[in-house]
């Protein structure tokens, strides 16, 4: 994907939209904004809840709404503030920043993203996964797993037999 921007090109639908979407992106980053009010609104710019009435999202939250990309967070899930969740990443190389990959991020049922955590990259966070505070997530994360450091790697499992 080239980078193209679209600021410098007049008046247009699009240019409305994203403007649209990236003043409620901010607005839902305040910390005087209801929980459930911050739901509805990144609801409205894009990202996909299961059940958004379930899910609890702290102020500061920042969310990438690249065009083309997913953000898809499952049932009860608890992301913490200041976490910052991107999907898509520049490559690079001698000569710069040639291109951008992109992909949907998953964040399954149960989840827990702690503070300041960086997700970036497309993955994948698994079911009742805990991702510890400050963590920086480039890779999947396995089910009943938690993650914690730069770059995030497994400490434990949790056991899920009753």
């Not at 291109?99 to 964040?107: L, M, P």
């Not at 505070?133 to 790697?153: E, F, H, L, Q, R």
Request: net charge positive; proline share 4%; aromatic share 12%.
């Amino acid at each position: 994907m080239n980078h193209k921007p679209i600021w410098n090109s007049g008046f247009s639908k699009i240019y409305f939209k994203k403007a649209i979407k990236f003043f409620l992106i901010h607005i839902s980053k305040q910390f005087f904004i209801a929980p459930g009010l911050r739901s509805y609104l990144l609801a409205a710019c894009g990202i996909k809840f299961y059940d958004r009435k379930s899910t609890f999202i702290g102020s500061d939250v920042l969310f990438d709404t690249t065009e083309g990309t997913t953000t898809t967070i499952g049932k009860n899930v608890v992301i913490t503030n200041g976490s910052r969740i991107i999907t898509h990443y520049p490559i690079l190389s001698r000569t710069g920043i040639k291109e951008y990959r992109k992909g949907d991020v998953v964040i399954k049922d149960y989840a827990f993203i702690g503070m300041n955590t960086l997700i970036i990259k497309p993955v994948t966070i698994g079911l009742s996964a805990v991702v510890g505070a400050g963590s920086v997530v480039t890779k999947d994360v396995p089910d009943y797993s938690i993650v914690v450091g730069n770059p995030a790697s497994v400490i434990a499992t949790i056991d899920t037999t009753p």
